[in-house]
């Protein structure tokens, strides 16, 4: 056998092994949540339900700056969208419908929205879609990449003490928000 050979063997060997390990932790299957998880997954803090919501700070439109920590002892919504993304313009209208709905009934649910794109037009798109809820900018993505958001629309729901119950990557129905926050109380 030549060394040439030898090398090319070694090379199919490695690749063939590396891709084995690969297929074998996509194809495992995800071990079911407990509460017990959940409990010790809140005193860490990241992005899985039940982690402890990270903590950011952001301007919003106006440029005040607003931190999550502010609505604490609040369920919060946070929704990762842009002005280009047709799935999340849609979406939009029915996400103020429940904002709105929820406000009426003295909950106090807080929609934060993250404009993962500073868009000059963005006022003007929100005041003709009648968007009442903070529109927070986002615009080096550090929050985005704090959430490892990898598609908008992207949401998060928050429980009261700030810990991650729900996250979604795509737009979602009111049906489904409602019954998240349903399970929140």
Not at 50 to 78: C, E, H, I, W
Not at 118 to 125: G, H, T, Y
Not at 159 to 170: A, E, F, I, L, P
């Amino acid at each position: 056998m030549t060394a040439k050979l030898l090398t090319r063997l070694i090379i199919i060997g490695v690749v063939v092994g590396t891709l084995a390990i690969i297929a074998a932790g996509l194809l495992r299957p995800a071990g079911s949540s407990t509460l017990l998880d959940e409990q010790e997954n809140s005193s860490q803090v990241g992005s899985k339900v039940g982690a402890m919501a990270p903590n950011f700070t952001l301007p919003m439109l106006n440029g005040q700056k607003v931190s999550l920590s502010d609505y604490r002892g609040k369920p919060v919504l946070l929704n990762f969208w842009s002005t280009d993304c047709a799935s999340c313009l849609i979406e939009m209208p029915d996400l103020q419908r429940v904002y709105s709905s929820q406000q009426a009934i003295q909950k106090h649910f807080v929609v934060l929205g993250i404009e993962q794109v500073a868009d000059p037009s963005a006022p003007e798109l929100l005041r003709s879609k009648g968007i009442t809820y903070p529109i927070l900018v986002d615009d080096r993505l550090t929050v985005g990449d704090l959430y490892h958001v990898s598609g908008i629309p992207t949401s998060f729901v928050l429980d009261h003490q700030g810990v991650v119950r729900w996250s979604m990557v795509g737009p979602f129905s009111p049906a489904t928000l409602q019954g998240v926050l349903h399970n929140l109380s």
